[in-house]
């Protein structure tokens, strides 16, 4: 049973954890079951528990110390059992001392602890990642993408990642939309991966590796429509002049990809 802690409105926490009673407030017209009884027997995940206010968190420690409670506006004890797990991209040690989250809490939620490191520190998880949630939005969007070519890897690999993940999978789904079949390649990569890439420290600065991107990903499109012109600059997202401009700037023989 997972739960969203920042998504829950605070009026509505306590009967969304707890569950209420027929007639316990004003609109409770039925008996409701919380996420702590639906749990029992299970597992109850609190994400982004960080986000939970004090007076919930004694709430729960009280429910976990227990291993009881009420519903709103109930008078008998409801006993439950169940593994509790919890993540937080914030720091819970600083949020103790600043008093914005409970010592008691924390401690009784913190048994063992799994420290996940950011995706740019796991380069070597990279690959086998983007390639699970592309076999999943292969799925959820009905497609059958074969794979992503290496270049776009190498790439990956060398981007910052800020939004680990969530990110990883939003710039995946808007590569599939631009990706009719085939492979995945630098020409669906979005913009801002170019000038957002990072050094790797391979002595080359960054305005030459964007510029190496720039070029393969034109000469690529310029090869994909046999070298016509008006074709490419659609396909690029650019003008025909700017597309000339481009070929003239990185040196692409485009005479070359008409044969």
């Not at 789904?173 to 990072?198: D, K, W």
């Amino acid at each position: 049973m997972a739960v969203n802690c920042g998504a829950i409105p605070p009026a509505l926490a306590e009967s969304e954890f707890f569950g209420h009673q027929k007639g316990a407030f004003s609109g409770a017209d039925a008996q409701k079951p919380g996420k702590l009884e639906l749990a029992s027997g299970g597992t109850l995940f609190l994400d982004e528990v960080g986000e939970l206010s004090l007076a919930l968190q004694v709430k729960l420690l009280r429910a976990l110390e227990q291993k009881s409670f009420y519903r709103l506006g109930g008078v008998k004890p409801i006993e439950v059992n169940f593994r509790l797990l919890s993540a937080t991209h914030r720091d819970l040690e600083a949020l103790c001392r600043s008093g914005e989250f409970r010592e008691d809490f924390y401690y009784r939620i913190n048994v063992l602890e799994l420290e996940l490191q950011p995706l740019r520190e796991r380069t070597e998880d990279i690959e086998p990642l983007a390639m699970h949630l592309l076999g999943m939005l292969n799925e959820e969007m009905n497609r059958d993408t074969k794979g992503i070519e290496a270049e776009v890897i190498s790439m990956f690999k060398a981007y910052g990642w800020p939004g680990n993940v969530r990110e990883m999978r939003n710039i995946l789904e808007r590569m599939l939309v631009r990706c009719e079949r085939g492979f995945l390649g630098i020409r669906h990569v979005p913009v801002e991966l170019f000038s957002h890439s990072r050094q790797q420290g391979t002595g080359t600065s960054l305005a030459e590796q964007i510029r190496d991107l720039e070029r393969k990903l034109i000469s690529d499109v310029m090869r994909r429509t046999r070298g016509k012109k008006i074709e490419a600059a659609r396909m690029l997202g650019i003008s025909r002049p700017t597309l000339d401009k481009k070929l003239s700037s990185l040196e692409i023989d485009w005479l070359e990809a008409r044969t």
